[in-house]
């Protein structure tokens, strides 16, 4: 028999957010792990705000909607209120009934630019990784770093002459070379530079997001953006690193830990300050043409058994990067300036790792 296709509404619902929502969903394991993260900084939180006045959107309600944004691929926080208006299981997420009102995108921007003031998504990142490491799920010993090109959401048209250019010696090139970059800026996105990463492409206006990762099942301890230049990937790469080493002298001595990189990172400046951290150096090597004579380590350190390892590893880290650029807001950024573009990138590579982490734990428990 025919159904009828009834055109009364019900006028109410007696199935809850909670039971809409499938118990095997990777919402639910992921929901977890982020409540538990914002729970560490929830102190941290309470800083950014005073003790009196109007009550503003929920910190952790807007850090839940932006890890929304960022795995489900939503363009803009316009685009995001709008789903929120409908899409259950984003309410369920970040933490609104379905009677709920969902706050304006302007409005839900400027109380973003709190976190951003606050540096929360790097506390964030540092609280996910506390649950990581307690499941023993992080290596302390054999770590990987790269960097990755962002497009900055600028015109190349936008591009005028500085007024105050570099001295010889001072520029972004190698060896302090003064290059184009260098000369002009972006009237929309002054901290956005030309830059590319190959000789045969154009350049871009860009930032370069970089990233350290353990080797053990390629999670990422430590991310930072800078503005685009030939030694970012080597002088950020070292910043990272002696984050890394800083938590690891707090937890007591280990074995010496090992540095897994490509020949962007065949540097005498990068290798010698590996070597001063006591790290060991596991650089990809030039093997033809004149950049050999660019190769830096010693027999010893090209001849370490533990090497070979290092390099099948770190390619783990293009993972890390073709997951938020593939479909999500990293290929091009639509953030302006480098402390609104590092925050969207650490808050990026904390999304990428509570994916990793949702299919990691499980097993490892």
């Not at 409540?35 to 941290?44: P, Q």
């Not at 540095?259 to 030039?286: C, M, N, W």
């Amino acid at each position: 028999m025919r159904g009828e296709d009834e055109k009364q509404s019900a006028m109410f619902s007696y199935v809850t957010l909670e039971r809409r929502v499938p118990q095997d969903h990777r919402l639910r394991a992921i929901r977890a792990m982020t409540d538990r993260a914002l729970e560490r900084i929830d102190a941290d939180l309470d800083k950014l705000y005073a003790g009196m006045g109007r009550r503003s959107v929920a910190p952790e309600r807007l850090l839940r909607a932006l890890l929304v944004m960022v795995l489900y691929s939503i363009r803009s926080e316009r685009q995001l209120m709008e789903q929120l208006e409908y899409n259950l299981l984003y309410r369920w997420f970040v933490g609104l009934e379905m009677d709920d009102e969902v706050w304006d995108a302007t409005v839900f921007t400027k109380n973003r630019e709190r976190l951003i003031a606050g540096q929360v998504s790097q506390q964030m990142l540092a609280a996910v990784l506390v649950e990581a490491r307690e499941k023993q799920l992080l290596s302390a010993e054999h770590f990987t770093v790269d960097g990755t090109l962002i497009q900055a959401w600028a015109a190349s048209r936008s591009f005028t002459e500085k007024s105050d250019p570099p001295k010889p010696g001072a520029g972004s090139g190698y060896q302090g070379e003064v290059l184009l970059r260098d000369k002009v800026e972006s009237k929309t996105d002054p901290d956005a530079r030309l830059y590319k990463k190959a000789t045969a492409d154009k350049s871009v206006p860009s930032y370069q997001g970089h990233a350290l990762m353990e080797n053990r099942h390629g999670l990422v301890v430590a991310a930072e953006a800078s503005p685009s230049a030939t030694v970012a990937e080597r002088e950020v790469a070292l910043r990272l690193l002696d984050r890394v080493l800083e938590e690891k002298d707090k937890r007591g001595p280990e074995k010496k830990i090992t540095l897994g990189a490509d020949t962007q990172y065949q540097d005498e400046k990068f290798i010698q300050g590996l070597r001063e951290r006591a790290v060991a150096p596991h650089v990809s090597e030039y093997s033809k043409g004149s950049n050999m004579a660019r190769n830096a380590l010693t027999g010893q350190e090209r001849d370490d058994e533990r090497r070979p390892v290092s390099q099948r590893k770190r390619k783990l880290i293009e993972r890390v990067f073709g997951w938020c650029k593939l479909d999500r807001g990293l290929r091009q950024v639509k953030l302006r300036g480098l402390k609104r573009v590092d925050w969207f990138y650490r808050l990026a590579i904390t999304a990428y790792n509570l994916m990793l982490m949702r299919r990691l734990i499980p097993v490892a428990a």
